[in-house]
């Protein structure tokens, strides 16, 4: 798996809000990590300047040694066969099947006609299949979306991004909408299949104890900006005053935390 790096990365809006201000970050191959940061800091905007969702303003954004930002519209679109991408809101179609929704991860692969009336190859069912039963959805391939909680649609939206067998997982506030239990069961989930599978990982995230608990580095952004590059361990209350501002800490990270204590819960 290749190594993400970015260089001098700056986005500014056209309305002139600077959202990344001069970022540099490598991700080795394999690493979890996540990034967190008040609301406005630049996270999501990371994110889609690492497969060109958002276009930067300048610097560079390389997956190994392929530089993204100079890509042009057919080898970006094929590059980003290889970036799976997990979304907050899930990203699903409602209309469509368990089954169909994980498979349109694969429509990047096969032909026009073929993705048109949704005809995809046995190898690529069967995987859905296999991927499903990983993420805790066996039986339900028929469900419409729709018909799904929202854990459940999470789980739908990283097989889908799985069965693009990527080499990069670029997730995106994937437990803001989900109770307590079902956030820890979805981070444990993601943790754990990036390790089985050796993926290199971005993810943005607002739950301070949950980055804590799951990720192996910690990048802290403010106003556009790097702050915090470290363990998880590392954010003490002072490093969390940086990022955050004034606030009493102690309990966030304390040796106590209900978060990093409490039993196992399930897949």
């Not at 610097?59 to 042009?72: H, I, Q």
């Not at 692969?109 to 690529?124: C, H, I, K, L, N």
């Not at 501002?245 to 204590?261: C, I, L, P, R, V």
Request: hydrophobic share 40%; glycine share 10%; with cysteine.
């Amino acid at each position: 798996m290749p190594t993400l790096t970015l260089s001098h990365l700056t986005k500014r809006y056209p309305t002139g809000d600077l959202a990344l201000d001069d970022v540099s970050l490598e991700v080795p191959e394999g690493q979890v990590m996540a990034l967190i940061g008040p609301s406005g800091a630049g996270k999501s905007t990371l994110i889609r300047c690492v497969n060109r969702l958002v276009e930067p303003t300048s610097g560079s954004v390389l997956v190994g040694d392929r530089n993204v930002t100079e890509m042009g519209s057919g080898k970006l679109r094929r590059m980003r066969r290889r970036m799976g991408m997990i979304f907050q809101e899930y990203a699903l179609v409602e209309r469509l099947t368990v089954m169909e929704n994980v498979l349109s991860g694969r429509l990047g692969y096969v032909g026009f006609w073929a993705s048109w009336f949704r005809r995809f190859p046995r190898e690529d069912i069967s995987t859905a299949f296999t991927l499903l039963e990983r993420v805790g959805l066996a039986g339900m391939e028929d469900k419409r979306a729709d018909a799904l909680s929202g854990g459940q649609r999470q789980r739908v939206g990283i097989a889908r991004a799985l069965i693009q067998n990527p080499d990069l997982l670029l997730v995106d506030e994937p437990t803001a909408s989900l109770d307590p239990k079902t956030s820890r069961q979805i981070m444990r989930l993601i943790a754990e299949l990036c390790t089985e599978r050796g993926l290199t990982a971005v993810v943005n995230i607002h739950d301070v104890p949950l980055a804590r608990l799951f990720a192996e580095r910690v990048v802290g952004l403010q106003a556009g900006g790097v702050v915090y590059d470290g363990p998880p361990n590392g954010l003490t209350p002072d490093a969390l005053t940086q990022i955050y501002g004034e606030e009493d800490w102690n309990a966030t990270t304390g040796k106590g935390d209900a978060e990093g204590s409490a039993p196992e819960d399930g897949p």
